[in-house]
């Protein structure tokens, strides 16, 4: 079941920014251009500019006053649909490259996050959202939300190995995240496609880590 809505059909307070799920082609199709040309905006202008100026993405987007607000309360909450789009996207993508590890050893974990990190951040709306930590509040709680879904998608993967790893919990997997999570926003604060010396260190810790848990 999708985070927008609960179980009993009501929002959900940590989904994305949409007032409401578009139903017909048309509203999609208008909820989608809101949204592509909002992370255009973000990328050449930066957060500011778009949080900033509804105007400006009024324009840009060639939109009506009244079908954006029937949508989106503002241009924060349609960043928040792009952050929240980004995490499902991410996770989703995440699934897929750990189930397709060929599972020989267990430093390919490391390898696939470290790999996958560096693409994502490498991504413009990554950087200026995620490096330059402009997310809101529920877009904050959503992404630690996000980093225990991974830890659990990881503990599994780690548990593949067993005799292995069998004190490890997901809990040790999330600090391990949310390490590797300030440690890209460093390698990534002044170079777009990370600074090296940074995440090979991040791959080091990392495997170090794991290392002290793999009951060896």
Not at 13 to 41: F, H
Not at 87 to 105: D, F, K, M, Y
């Amino acid at each position: 079941m999708s985070r927008q809505t609960t179980a009993a059909g009501r929002r959900d307070p940590l989904a994305g920014g949409l007032r409401k799920l578009p139903v017909q082609e048309r509203s999609r199709a208008m909820v989608a251009q809101v949204l592509e040309t909002a992370a255009e905006l973000v990328e050449n202008l930066g957060y500011e500019a778009v949080v900033g100026s509804p105007t400006l993405l009024l324009e840009k987007s060639g939109v009506s006053r009244g079908s954006f607000y029937a949508f989106f309360e503002s241009p924060e909450r349609v960043l928040e649909e792009l952050c929240y789009r980004q995490i499902q996207a991410s996770t989703e993508g995440l699934e897929r490259v750990l189930r397709a590890r060929p599972g020989r050893h267990w430093t390919e974990i490391v390898d696939i996050l470290i790999g996958y990190y560096t693409d994502e951040h490498r991504t413009p709306l990554i950087r200026e959202l995620w490096v330059r930590q402009n997310l809101t509040g529920r877009m904050r709680a959503l992404d630690e939300i996000c980093i225990d879904e991974w830890a659990g998608h990881l503990l599994r993967e780690f548990r593949r190995h067993a005799p292995l790893f069998a004190e490890l919990e997901q809990a040790h997997v999330s600090v391990a995240l949310h390490a590797i999570e300030r440690l890209f926003q460093f390698a990534f604060t002044s170079d777009e496609d990370g600074d090296p010396l940074i995440i090979d260190q991040a791959a080091f810790m990392l495997t170090q880590f794991f290392a002290a848990h793999a009951n060896t």
